[in-house]
């Protein structure tokens, strides 16, 4: 059973260009999160698919937006690149049924890097 | 406001000695509570999680974690470390019903032959 898989593995890319980071989630989960890892600080929620949707987002601007596709595979697209958007970004993936109590599991993140 | 502080930024024990690494909630309900471990370039592995129950709880490579509710604390503890588990570690709170996770900003964990 494959885990949660993102693409690319490391990127660079110049301020103001836009960057798109895919994410396959876990077998049988229907909800994909996008959270952002700068160097030596936590991840931070950016936002949550479900059902296509956008269902909840964290404080970011909105040069940060995603896609969920049917088959639940979700993007995460960032617009016009500043240096302060260099990155691990990490996808996860739930079953989405409601919440509380599902666990959550990280894919390896896409290193993104901002010049 | 829901937050996870962890007081250790960095921490540095001896190969074989206990760890205890400090996490500190705060959570306006019944917290969901996970400890995730980062090694250098990768993604996040779950050690372990608490979401109800006995408030001792097992993980994954000897890791336990006890639930304080009168502390709001989740500390993670090991009894003997092994120069493999170098990492970071990371605490966290949620889901909340929509599946939002809060970290800490970790505590980086160095381990002295």
């Known amino acids: 059973d494959a885990g949660v898989t993102q693409s690319p593995t490391h990127l660079i890319k110049t301020r103001g260009q836009q960057v798109t980071l895919r994410c396959s989630p876990k077998s049988g989960h229907d909800t994909v999160s996008w959270y952002q890892q700068a160097l030596g600080q936590g991840p931070q929620f950016i936002f949550q698919?479900?059902?296509?949707?956008?269902?909840q987002r964290g404080n970011f601007p909105d040069r940060f937006s995603g896609h969920q596709f049917p088959n639940y595979s979700s993007e995460l697209n960032v617009n016009a690149l500043l240096l302060g958007d260099s990155a691990l970004y990490l996808c996860a993936s739930s079953p989405g049924t409601g919440g509380r109590g599902n666990t959550i599991y990280f894919g390896e993140g896409s290193w993104l890097t901002v010049v | 406001a829901q937050s996870v502080t962890q007081p250790d930024i960095h921490i540095t024990v001896s190969e074989g000695a206990s760890l205890e690494l400090r996490c500190n909630y705060s959570?306006?309900?019944?917290?969901?509570l996970f400890w995730y471990v980062q090694s250098p370039g990768q993604g996040l592995q779950l050690l372990l999680k608490y979401f109800s129950g006995d408030t001792l709880v097992q993980g994954i490579k000897g890791f336990e974690a006890e639930f304080k509710r009168s502390q709001s604390s989740f500390n993670l503890r090991k009894p003997s470390v092994h120069w493999s588990d170098a990492a970071e570690y990371f605490c966290?709170?949620?889901?909340?019903?929509?599946?939002?996770?809060?970290f800490g900003k970790g505590t980086r964990l160095h381990i002295l032959p």
């Open positions: 698919y479900y059902e296509e949707e956008e269902r």
């Open positions: 966290a709170v949620g889901p909340n019903r929509d599946d939002k996770i809060i």
């Open positions: 959570y306006g309900a019944t917290p969901y």
